[in-house]
């Protein structure tokens, strides 16, 4: 299986801050890369898909970069509404593994 | 409107047999993959496996082959996770949901049921 890999298990920032979360493939991946946002007691929802694309209806607060093993989600002018966790998932190859998650709290 | 409806929450014992069901509406449920993830208690999402409505085609994770089995009613839209011999290790929420290919083979669940809490408990 590939391996998922979020450094950050928490962080946290002041409403209007730049952040950025990382994840890391142990094998390379290309663009095949999706973010999700999970508040507590909800289902997850997409954010972003294939690396870089913003789901429709998503807040254009957040982006997504990064190809073959390094990623990035960043969300620039944190809102209160923000506060959840964050996984990112893998779709290059069966079983589409997830990360452990970052929890983005709100000071 | 695409949506995804799970069945209730689910109380069981060591050993019961179970089976959680998803119903899909909005969309032409044969042409789309769905998949089940996995939610322990406090814990991260976890992939399960997927299954293709129209042949009834199915990937499981490795973590989980022989534990689970994926089927699907294409009669009426429903997605199925079925449990022959539960353990209190399977005590989660399940999710179902829709897999999407924006384009090329790009993939991604764009949809999601509102989860089935299993609690497997003597």
């Known amino acids: 299986d590939i391996q998922m890999t979020q450094s950050q298990s928490s962080l946290s920032a002041s409403v209007g801050d730049r952040v950025t979360i990382t994840c890391r493939a142990s094998?390379?991946?290309?663009?095949?890369l999706n973010w999700y946002q999970q508040k507590p007691g909800n289902a997850p929802k997409l954010l972003i898909y294939a690396a870089s694309n913003l789901q429709s209806g998503v807040p254009s607060r957040f982006s997504g970069r990064g190809s073959g093993t390094h990623f990035t989600l960043t969300i620039t002018n944190l809102q209160p509404e923000d506060s959840a966790t964050y996984y990112c998932?893998?779709?290059?190859?069966?079983?589409?593994?997830f990360g452990q998650g970052t929890k983005v709290h709100i000071k | 409107e695409v949506r995804l409806v799970q069945s209730g929450a689910e109380v069981s014992r060591p050993g019961e047999s179970l089976k959680i069901s998803c119903q899909a509406s909005?969309?032409?449920?044969?042409?789309?993959?769905i998949g089940w993830v996995r939610q322990m208690p406090g814990k991260g999402l976890e992939w399960v496996g997927i299954?293709?409505?129209?042949?009834?085609?199915?990937r499981v994770s490795p973590s989980f082959k022989g534990q689970v089995t994926l089927s699907a009613d294409k009669a009426i839209n429903t997605a199925y996770l079925h449990w022959s011999s539960l353990k209190a290790s399977d005590t989660a929420i399940f999710y179902c949901?829709?897999?999407?290919?924006?384009?090329?083979?790009?993939?991604?669940?764009?949809?999601w049921g509102q989860g089935t809490l299993v609690t497997v408990s003597s």
């Open positions: 094998h390379f991946i290309t663009g095949y």
């Open positions: 909005g969309y032409s449920f044969t042409h789309y993959w």
């Open positions: 949901a829709r897999l999407f290919r924006p384009y090329g083979d790009y993939e991604c669940f764009d949809s």
């Open positions: 998932q893998q779709s290059h190859t069966t079983p589409h593994t």
């Open positions: 299954i293709f409505p129209y042949d009834s085609d199915v």
